[in-house]
């Protein structure tokens, strides 16, 4: 029998270039006409995904056939999607998956929205913590009258006079 003549086993073959895609700077990908950007929000099965569009619609993607066991598109990726020309309201094409970097670069450049959640999920986040009130005068008075002064409130404190603390 010959001897081992190779460069290595396991740990040798793991740093090989072509499984080490995470350090590889890529040229950004931006839709074209008939695409659109979509989050991947459930795997359905059989290549198929719920997306997520920046409008809020939600539509059901198919990985396309080159990207099958070369590129794996988890819940929460940003993807492009083509949407089909023959039926419309169908299945959309999944084109290209985005990795982390690209996607802080797309928000960076308002190209695709902070979250892909419809307005009703979101709610009325601008307003929401917010309450607008039309005060007449007699309102202004009976707030002032309820303002502590701050310098009162700590000369007021009950433990001051405590020497145990």
Same mark, same amino acid.
């Given at each position: 029998?010959?001897?081992?003549?190779?460069?290595?086993?396991?740990?040798?073959?793991?740093?090989? +270039?072509?499984?080490?895609?995470?350090?590889?700077? $890529?040229?950004?990908?931006?839709?074209?006409?008939?695409?659109?950007?979509?989050?991947?929000?459930?795997?359905?099965?059989?290549?198929?995904?719920?997306?997520?569009? @920046?409008?809020?619609?939600?539509?059901?993607?198919?990985?396309?056939?080159?990207?099958?066991?070369?590129?794996?598109?988890?819940?929460?990726?940003?993807?492009?999607?083509?949407?089909?020309?023959?039926?419309?309201?169908?299945?959309?094409?999944?084109?290209? $998956?985005?990795?982390? +970097?690209?996607?802080?670069?797309?928000?960076?450049?308002?190209?695709?929205? $902070?979250?892909?959640?419809?307005?009703?999920?979101?709610?009325? @986040?601008?307003?929401?913590?917010?309450?607008?009130?039309?005060?007449?005068?007699?309102?202004?008075?009976?707030?002032?009258?309820?303002?502590?002064? $701050?310098?009162?409130?700590?000369?007021?404190?009950?433990?001051?006079?405590?020497?145990?603390?």
């Amino acid at each position: 029998m010959p001897k081992n003549m190779g460069k290595g086993g396991k740990s040798f073959k793991a740093g090989n +270039a072509k499984g080490n895609q995470f350090n590889e700077k $890529r040229a950004l990908v931006y839709a074209e006409e008939g695409e659109e950007y979509a989050q991947a929000k459930k795997a359905l099965g059989n290549l198929n995904l719920q997306l997520q569009l @920046a409008s809020g619609a939600t539509v059901i993607g198919r990985v396309r056939g080159a990207m099958v066991r070369k590129v794996w598109v988890t819940p929460g990726d940003v993807v492009l999607i083509q949407k089909r020309d023959f039926n419309e309201n169908d299945i959309v094409d999944i084109i290209h $998956r985005y990795n982390a +970097a690209e996607v802080r670069t797309l928000v960076k450049e308002n190209v695709i929205p $902070r979250d892909f959640r419809s307005t009703e999920e979101r709610g009325d @986040a601008t307003h929401g913590d917010y309450e607008f009130v039309n005060e007449d005068d007699n309102g202004n008075e009976e707030k002032e009258a309820n303002v502590l002064d $701050r310098n009162q409130v700590v000369m007021d404190d009950p433990l001051a006079g405590l020497d145990d603390l």
